[in-house]
């Protein structure tokens, strides 16, 4: 038991993390056996980068991760996996720089998840996110939160989500990055112009101006994309 400290990348087919934490800073603690059951734990987690091995098919993964002010961890479930290889996962206290602005600057989970991988291919993915109590902010509740996904260098999507207590997953994934949640931030959005997407159960005014040369028609349209 205890905290360890890694002083480099350390790998290992299989790790039992009984009841002791294990700091990697900016290195990564890499699982090389792909069972889904080839990290286990009692209360311990990894504070920083999880590397684990990925089967092919469709299995599902627990990540026990955290911050040195509690356990945080992700449960990634594949669907479908025809390429194998491995998925890093880590999570951070506080809210991102990327943190998209059409959520609140108040209301919000001051907590977020990166994931990164490294070769696994032709899946969907399901992906569970636990969270503290004390990580939601202002008038943030389980209930109210949306989840977001970043995708560099600026690109911010709302995926499908759910919300349960300390927790919220995001269903139908293709692709990782950075994840986190907030309450949409109503007063914000007045007008919409170009793809800029919305958060769900905001309000906006849609506008269009069209030019019709000769014979034909201009048209527009919106989506609500959950």
């Keep these: 038991s205890g905290n360890n400290t890694l002083a ?4 290992a087919v299989t790790v039992d ?7 990697t800073n900016a290195n990564t603690l890499s699982v090389t056996s ?3 059951g080839s990290v286990s734990r009692t209360t311990g987690y990894v504070i920083g980068n999880l590397n684990r091995a990925i089967n092919t098919g469709t299995n599902s993964y627990a990540y026990a991760i955290g911050t040195s002010g509690g356990y ?17 996962a880590v999570t ?18 001051a907590r977020h ?19 503290l109590g004390g990580d939601l902010t202002g008038a943030a509740t389980s209930s109210s939160i949306k989840a977001y996904k970043f995708d560099g260098p600026s690109t911010v999507s709302y995926p499908t989500y759910t ?24 007063s914000s959005i007045a007008s919409v112009t170009g793809t800029s997407p919305l958060c769900v159960g905001s309000s906006a005014t849609y506008s269009a101006n069209s030019v019709v040369l000769g014979s034909g028609t201009g048209a527009w349209s919106s989506s609500d994309n959950g």
Excluded: H, K, M
């Design 34 to 36: 792909n069972a889904t």
């Design 8 to 11: 480099g990348n350390a790998s």
């Design 163 to 186: 919300t349960g207590s300390n927790t919220f997953t995001v269903t139908g994934l293709s692709s990782f990055n950075e994840f986190g949640a907030g309450n949409c931030d109503v």
């Design 92 to 109: 951070l206290n506080g809210v991102s720089a990327n943190y998209p602005a059409t959520l609140s600057a108040t209301d919000r989970l």
């Design 17 to 23: 993390l009984g009841a002791s934490t294990v700091t």
């Design 72 to 88: 945080t961890p992700a449960t990634i479930s594949l669907n479908g996996v025809t390429t194998g290889g491995s998925i890093t």
């Design 113 to 131: 998840w990166t994931i990164t991988n490294n070769g696994v291919a032709g899946f969907t993915a399901d992906v569970q996110f636990d969270y």
